[in-house]
């Protein structure tokens, strides 16, 4: 009996945090999976090594979301590596935090290169090239619905990013294919909990009815649900994966 294809899933800035536990995740399903990364190679090949060493398939691929003939590149290189594209995961993002006040040029245009504009260049090339029945899943935060004071910027290219999800929820009518955000609250990453001191870290912890952070791979078990069967019925939504902090 012919065994099915496996499945391919592209997880942008995948090499650290959320976004290795999400590719990890995917592998452990079945996907084979693109393992994106933007400059520094040895933790995407690493990562690689470990799926592979799992019974997995995966490969590492560079690729600056910003850059739209990048995110061409990309599914180009999943598509020679592994036949096609099923699952787009746009979680590559920066967080770069201050007041409205003290937000220079550069705080302002570098999450927008990546965060919005990153994103749209994933969620275009995808709606071009995803296999029908496919899934784009996107990353915005639960700090929209919070609103702390030095999130302004973030925040914002976060809730465009929602709404991008439910707008191509509906251009992609008639393929079967889903567009969803995941939002994930406070969470034990690098990317969260740089820069902030011991106290902060405890009050963010306490925030949700929980009372802990939010691990990788309580993000990476919201996408897994979105990207398999299971999830299939759920479409142009966003899952606030924060505890019940907001």
């Not at 398939?57 to 036949?83: M, T």
Request: charged share 20%.
């Amino acid at each position: 009996m012919t065994q099915p294809t496996p499945k391919v899933a592209i997880v942008t800035g995948a090499s650290r945090g959320i976004g290795a536990a999400v590719a990890e995740r995917l592998a452990h399903d079945g996907f084979s999976t693109v393992v994106n990364y933007a400059s520094n190679a040895a933790p995407a090949e690493a990562l690689v090594r470990k799926i592979e060493a799992a019974g997995g398939h995966a490969r590492a691929a560079q690729a600056d979301v910003s850059d739209p003939a990048a995110l061409r590149r990309l599914f180009d290189n999943a598509e020679a590596a592994f036949g096609g594209v099923d699952v787009l995961v746009n979680n590559a993002g920066i967080m770069k935090l201050a007041t409205f006040a003290d937000s220079d040029d550069a705080l302002f245009d570098e999450q927008i290169a990546i965060n919005l504009k990153g994103t749209f260049n994933g969620m275009r090339e995808a709606a071009r090239r995803l296999r029908d029945g496919g899934r784009i899943i996107n990353f915005s935060t639960s700090i929209v619905g919070t609103r702390l004071e030095t999130y302004g910027v973030y925040a914002a290219t976060k809730a465009a990013v929602e709404v991008m999800t439910h707008i191509l929820a509906r251009v992609m009518r008639g393929r079967g294919l889903s567009v969803n955000a995941v939002a994930p609250g406070p969470g034990a990453t690098e990317l969260c909990l740089t820069g902030k001191s011991p106290e902060l870290i405890g009050r963010l912890s306490k925030m949700a009815p929980m009372e802990r952070l939010g691990t990788p791979e309580d993000i990476a078990n919201v996408v897994s649900f979105l990207a398999g069967p299971a999830g299939g019925w759920i479409n142009g939504q966003t899952l606030r994966a924060n505890g019940g902090m907001v």
